[in-house]
């Protein structure tokens, strides 16, 4: 079997993966709070643990590995997207609001995952599902002396954990002088965290020991995960801005709730997304969801390929010129692998670069490899493992031409240039080059033979008329 390594987060170093139950490899990923469309940067999580989970599916099968990914349909900003609904003349209750907004948002999100080549996760949970284990879980807490109830409010009790900070490597002090905590006079300490809040007449509540209310956003992820997959699982992962508070209050809650536990044993945390080296903002211009991309024409495959060109751990900056890299290399892998039947297993060396904390981006460049050897059958099966060159995700590179008739006549232009040049007929050579170059066909001569790939201003027409 496939020796995985992956790095944690808890403990700032690679560790050998082992499962606390092979038959049954466990893993929790924090999902969208659904009132909008994702953007890109909530794309790369989705890409990364879905090229982990295809990982862990190869190596330990198909029916042995669970993945939880989360739907958040009760939120502050849930109840304030509906109240601008409302606002604007939609008369229903905002209840009703509320549950359709959801239901469309989880659509879209569908739909725009699917379009990156993601598989859906084993489970799917929304948090209004699992609203009666929140409130067994904060009993627990109240019970074991590490939540008190003020206000109708329920706290957690953050000194009561001495391990608190552990993951993110943060001293209580330094919380409290980062004004990353919210202030309010029922609080015993300024750090502790909302596990149940009052809720307003007209908005999602529900009744409990504590009066009408909702649970606190931290809470839900701990009981969807003991739900579903018990206290104690393999792999808890999302994006490193989850990584304080989000998820050092579920250790907490999720550590006090059930001591000796251990909760989750490994934590993964993708880095966060640039365009074009800077941060993601609407007030910069550079802003756009998945949709809008998907919208312009940008495949979703070549979406991915450019998530996940750069490995997990490192800031990922999407530019133009990545994004040309990506649809020109699709397009050629796609017709080398036109007609070709997979190989039987993936190639030893993406597969090494993979189980080595997932490195996305040594596997891409194991593909390369596998392609400039003319290993078509190999690389399909590769590229599979990664989510790329999929059956039905190629459409947009044909446009209305065979993928392999174009790649054949690539290859027997080239040839032709290796003749001419044999033969020293230097002048013909040279003159292919230009031609095929014209046409939009990027050519590299190495030392290991001629490369080529299709480039974005690639013109199928000019390269027919090359004789």
């Given at each position: 079997m496939t020796?995985?390594?992956?790095?944690?987060?808890?403990?700032?170093?690679?560790e050998?993966?082992?499962?606390?139950?092979?038959?049954n490899?466990?893993?929790?990923v924090?999902?969208?709070?659904?009132y909008?469309?994702?953007?890109?940067?909530?794309?790369?999580?989705v890409?990364?643990?879905?090229t982990?989970?295809?990982l862990?599916?190869?190596?330990h099968?198909a029916?042995?590995v669970t993945?939880?990914?989360n739907?958040?349909?009760?939120d502050?900003?849930?109840?304030a997207?509906?109240?601008?609904?409302?606002?604007?003349?939609?008369?229903?209750p905002?209840?009703d609001?509320?549950?359709?907004?959801?239901?469309?948002t989880i659509?879209?999100?569908?739909?725009?995952?699917?379009?990156?080549g993601?598989?859906?996760?084993?489970?799917?949970?929304?948090?209004?599902?699992?609203?009666?284990?929140?409130?067994?879980?904060?009993e627990?807490?109240?019970?074991?002396g590490?939540?008190?109830?003020?206000?109708?409010h329920?706290?957690?009790d953050?000194?009561?954990f001495p391990a608190?900070?552990?993951?993110?490597g943060?001293?209580?002090?330094?919380?409290?002088?980062?004004?990353?905590v919210?202030?309010?006079?029922?609080?015993?300490?300024?750090v502790d965290?909302?596990?149940?809040?009052?809720?307003?007449?007209?908005l999602?509540?529900?009744?409990?020991?504590?009066?009408?209310?909702?649970?606190?956003?931290?809470?839900?992820?701990?009981?969807?995960a003991e739900?579903?997959?018990?206290?104690?699982?393999?792999i808890?992962?999302?994006?490193?801005?989850?990584?304080?508070?989000?998820h050092?209050?579920?250790?907490?809650?999720?550590?006090?709730a059930?001591?000796?536990?251990?909760?989750a044993?490994?934590?993964?945390?993708?880095?966060?997304?640039?365009?074009e080296?800077?941060?993601?903002s609407?007030?910069?211009?550079?802003?756009?969801?998945?949709?809008?991309?998907?919208?312009?024409g940008?495949?979703?495959?070549?979406?991915?390929?450019?998530?996940?060109?750069?490995?997990?751990?490192?800031?990922?900056?999407?530019?133009?010129?990545r994004?040309?890299?990506?649809?020109?290399?699709?397009?050629r892998?796609?017709?080398?692998?036109?007609?070709?039947?997979?190989?039987?297993?993936?190639?030893?060396?993406?597969?090494?670069?993979?189980?080595?904390?997932?490195?996305?981006?040594?596997a891409?460049?194991?593909?390369?490899?596998?392609?400039?050897?003319?290993?078509?059958?190999?690389?399909?099966?590769?590229a599979?493992?990664l989510?790329l060159?999929?059956?039905g995700?190629?459409a947009?590179?044909?446009?209305?031409?065979?993928?392999?008739?174009?790649?054949?006549l690539?290859?027997?232009?080239?040839?032709?240039?290796?003749?001419a040049?044999?033969a020293?007929?230097?002048?013909?050579?040279?003159?292919?080059?230009?031609a095929?170059?014209?046409?939009?066909?990027?050519?590299?001569?190495?030392?290991a033979?001629?490369?080529?790939e299709?480039?974005?201003a690639?013109?199928?027409?000019?390269?027919?008329?090359?004789e």
């Amino acid at each position: 079997m496939t020796a995985i390594r992956l790095y944690n987060s808890a403990t700032r170093r690679k560790e050998d993966f082992v499962p606390l139950d092979p038959l049954n490899v466990r893993m929790y990923v924090c999902g969208p709070t659904v009132y909008d469309r994702a953007h890109l940067g909530n794309a790369r999580p989705v890409v990364v643990f879905d090229t982990l989970f295809r990982l862990l599916r190869h190596v330990h099968g198909a029916g042995h590995v669970t993945y939880v990914r989360n739907f958040t349909d009760v939120d502050d900003k849930i109840n304030a997207r509906a109240a601008e609904m409302a606002a604007a003349g939609d008369a229903r209750p905002v209840n009703d609001i509320i549950r359709e907004l959801t239901d469309t948002t989880i659509g879209w999100y569908h739909a725009d995952m699917d379009a990156l080549g993601a598989l859906r996760p084993t489970v799917e949970p929304r948090a209004t599902a699992h609203v009666a284990g929140m409130i067994a879980m904060i009993e627990g807490l109240v019970a074991r002396g590490h939540a008190y109830a003020a206000a109708g409010h329920v706290l957690f009790d953050v000194r009561s954990f001495p391990a608190y900070g552990r993951l993110s490597g943060r001293s209580l002090d330094e919380m409290i002088a980062g004004a990353r905590v919210e202030v309010a006079p029922y609080k015993r300490d300024p750090v502790d965290f909302v596990l149940w809040k009052p809720s307003e007449p007209g908005l999602p509540g529900w009744d409990s020991p504590w009066g009408r209310g909702r649970p606190g956003w931290h809470i839900e992820c701990s009981a969807m995960a003991e739900a579903l997959l018990g206290p104690a699982f393999d792999i808890h992962g999302g994006g490193i801005d989850l990584m304080f508070p989000h998820h050092e209050n579920e250790i907490a809650q999720s550590a006090c709730a059930h001591p000796g536990a251990g909760f989750a044993r490994v934590w993964m945390h993708n880095e966060m997304l640039l365009v074009e080296g800077r941060k993601m903002s609407k007030s910069l211009g550079n802003f756009f969801t998945v949709r809008d991309l998907l919208d312009r024409g940008v495949p979703g495959e070549v979406i991915r390929l450019v998530l996940l060109g750069t490995h997990y751990r490192s800031p990922m900056d999407w530019t133009e010129e990545r994004r040309a890299q990506a649809e020109a290399t699709l397009r050629r892998w796609r017709g080398l692998v036109a007609g070709i039947e997979p190989a039987p297993s993936p190639a030893p060396a993406v597969l090494a670069a993979l189980a080595d904390d997932l490195n996305a981006a040594g596997a891409i460049a194991a593909l390369h490899g596998l392609a400039t050897e003319g290993d078509a059958a190999g690389l399909a099966a590769s590229a599979r493992l990664l989510g790329l060159l999929e059956p039905g995700m190629g459409a947009w590179v044909a446009a209305g031409r065979d993928p392999a008739a174009v790649a054949a006549l690539v290859e027997r232009l080239l040839a032709a240039r290796t003749a001419a040049r044999a033969a020293k007929d230097w002048a013909r050579a040279d003159w292919l080059r230009q031609a095929i170059t014209a046409a939009g066909v990027v050519v590299r001569d190495t030392p290991a033979g001629v490369e080529w790939e299709l480039g974005p201003a690639f013109e199928p027409a000019k390269l027919e008329v090359i004789e």
